[in-house]
């Protein structure tokens, strides 16, 4: 009798057990689907270039010598294109008319030479590579792979990344993009570590990239070493009308 009772506790078990184990499986599904739509509508910015939104972006640059890069710019759609870009600080201060003269032949050579870009062939997270890896605390965790405009396709071979999914907010809060190995994005320049950490927020019920921040370091022509953190900061978001 109690050989048959422990034979039916057992069944019992192991019907439970199966049974949560596929209401996870199913859950994740739910997740990943989930995730999926949302990837498909973050506003990436300067990751993937849109004239959709305006933003004002903060960037900073440091190469470890002590001496900090720092700059805040406006891009605005909504404006005449030779004022689209404007330059709102630099160094901490308020730009001089010398640097602000600059700045527009800048913005206006960058207008005029460089190519239009195809945002509708660009995946930073290319969709059929998506998979559920684990749950960590709120987090649903999921790897894939990147194509990150900068690198040609021979370079992102070298990228893998990870999604976090925030499940108590349902939605995606951050990615982390890394290199597993040495990659040359051009001549006479190696990177022997890239690491690039990305947060998501929800903006009046759009998800927006808010931070961007790249750790990197390697060599460039043979003497030249580099080891540097840049950080991009965005916020003040506007649609184009």
Same mark, same amino acid.
């Given at each position: 009798?109690?050989?048959?009772?422990?034979?039916?506790?057992?069944?019992?078990?192991?019907?439970?057990?199966?049974?949560?184990?596929?209401?996870?499986?199913?859950?994740?599904?739910?997740?990943?689907?989930?995730?999926?739509?949302?990837?498909?509508?973050?506003?990436?910015?300067?990751?993937?270039?849109?004239?959709?939104?305006?933003?004002?972006?903060?960037?900073?640059?440091?190469?470890?010598?002590?001496?900090?890069?720092?700059?805040?710019?406006?891009?605005?759609?909504? #404006?005449?294109? %030779? @004022?689209?870009?404007?330059? *709102? /600080?630099?160094?901490?201060?308020?730009? =001089?008319? +010398?640097?602000?003269?600059?700045?527009?032949?800048?913005?206006?050579?960058?207008?005029?030479?460089?190519?239009?870009?195809?945002?509708?062939?660009?995946?930073?997270?290319?969709?059929?590579?998506?998979?559920?890896?684990?749950?960590?605390?709120?987090?649903?965790?999921?790897?894939?792979?990147?194509?990150?405009?900068?690198?040609?396709?021979?370079?992102?071979?070298?990228?893998?990344?990870? #999604?976090?999914? %925030? @499940?108590?907010?349902?939605? *995606? /809060?951050?990615?982390?993009?890394?290199? =597993?190995? +040495?990659?040359?994005?051009?001549?006479?320049?190696?990177?022997?570590?890239?690491?690039?950490?990305?947060?998501?927020?929800?903006?009046?019920?759009?998800?927006?990239?808010?931070?961007?921040?790249?750790?990197?370091?390697?060599?460039?022509?043979?003497?030249?070493?580099?080891?540097?953190?840049?950080?991009?900061?965005?916020?003040?978001?506007?649609?184009?009308?």
């Amino acid at each position: 009798m109690k050989l048959f009772k422990s034979i039916k506790l057992y069944s019992a078990l192991a019907i439970c057990m199966t049974l949560s184990a596929n209401a996870e499986v199913s859950n994740n599904e739910t997740i990943l689907a989930e995730v999926k739509k949302q990837v498909q509508k973050i506003q990436w910015h300067t990751l993937n270039e849109s004239d959709a939104w305006g933003f004002t972006i903060e960037t900073q640059l440091d190469r470890g010598n002590g001496k900090l890069q720092q700059r805040i710019q406006r891009y605005n759609p909504n #404006l005449e294109l %030779n @004022k689209q870009w404007q330059l *709102i /600080e630099q160094s901490k201060k308020k730009p =001089s008319k +010398a640097i602000l003269h600059e700045y527009a032949k800048t913005q206006e050579s960058i207008r005029s030479s460089e190519p239009p870009v195809d945002i509708e062939n660009i995946d930073i997270v290319y969709l059929v590579t998506l998979k559920f890896e684990k749950n960590v605390g709120d987090y649903a965790v999921f790897s894939f792979k990147p194509r990150l405009s900068m690198f040609d396709e021979e370079v992102n071979k070298v990228f893998d990344g990870k #999604l976090y999914f %925030n @499940k108590s907010k349902n939605y *995606i /809060e951050k990615l982390n993009i890394s290199a =597993s190995e +040495a990659f040359s994005p051009g001549f006479s320049v190696e990177v022997e570590k890239y690491d690039m950490n990305i947060e998501v927020s929800k903006v009046e019920e759009e998800l927006h990239v808010t931070q961007i921040e790249s750790d990197k370091s390697g060599s460039a022509f043979i003497f030249s070493s580099f080891d540097e953190i840049s950080t991009r900061k965005f916020s003040d978001f506007v649609t184009k009308r």
